[in-house]
């Protein structure tokens, strides 16, 4: 495949994504057919996502990180991390309700999310970079969402659909990680009130702040800084949990506190922040 063949074809792709997410139909896998299509392609492809978002007036709130937890490796059957970017049009208020019919098939995650007081850029980057450039740590939780159908993904399809990402909601209050073992953090799911999903930090890539060392490294390769200001989001504590109707999901962190996230059918004025 010749370069302006291939610049042609992931143009088609992402367009395909963004119709999906517009319009709630989901499409087929994008590697079914296309062997060729590496992880760099998918990344491209998501480049191609993000740009006309930010130049539309959205603003790039910081990274998360996905497939850390072994958990989410085996349940969507892949075997590394990814990342993408968190953009400010799925940023929602903690509490907020979504509207089910503006979504495909969510699913709820767990995550401590680390807000960043100072930059952050590979190469070298460790833990301890990690924890000096932190300036708290907040309960979060990730609705991810796949614009291709039925969940059946490979790496690939899920860096290319913006890491299956769609909404973030993220604590008002954070505490510091002085004094915290983030890898001892335990974390318990409730919907409607009923546990449904438990957690702890050790199963983020063994350490959520490793997690964000890998992204810190892996985007400095690329050129791109974690920025002071950003938040990251360093992936699932546990197996995600499927959003099957009206519903309401807390997550409740030891020594962080919680947040919660409803969702209902319909479209409830003003409470969902769809792009």
Known sequence: MTTPQRTAELDRLADGLRIAERTRIPIDQITAGRPWLTPVDAYAIQERLVRPRLAAGETLEGWKIGLTAKAMQEQLGVDQPDYGAILSGWVVPDGATLALDALIAPRVEAEICFRLARPLRGPGITVDDVLAATAGVSAAIEVIDSRIRDWKLTLV??????ASSARIVVAETSVPVEGIDLRAVGVTVLRDGEPVA?????????????????????????????????IVMPGALHASVPVT???????????????????????????????
Request: charged share 15%.
């Open 157 to 162: 399809d899920t860096i290319a659909d913006m």
């Open 245 to 275: 109707g009206t519903s309401r999901f807390e997550a409740r962190f030891e020594g962080i506190g919680s947040v919660t996230i409803g969702f209902e059918s319909g479209r409830p004025g003003g409470t969902d922040h769809a792009s």
């Open 198 to 230: 438990t957690g702890v930090g050790a199963a983020c890539l063994g350490d959520p702040a490793a997690a964000v060392a890998w992204a810190a490294n892996t985007l400095g390769a690329l050129g791109v800084t974690l920025e002071a200001g950003h």
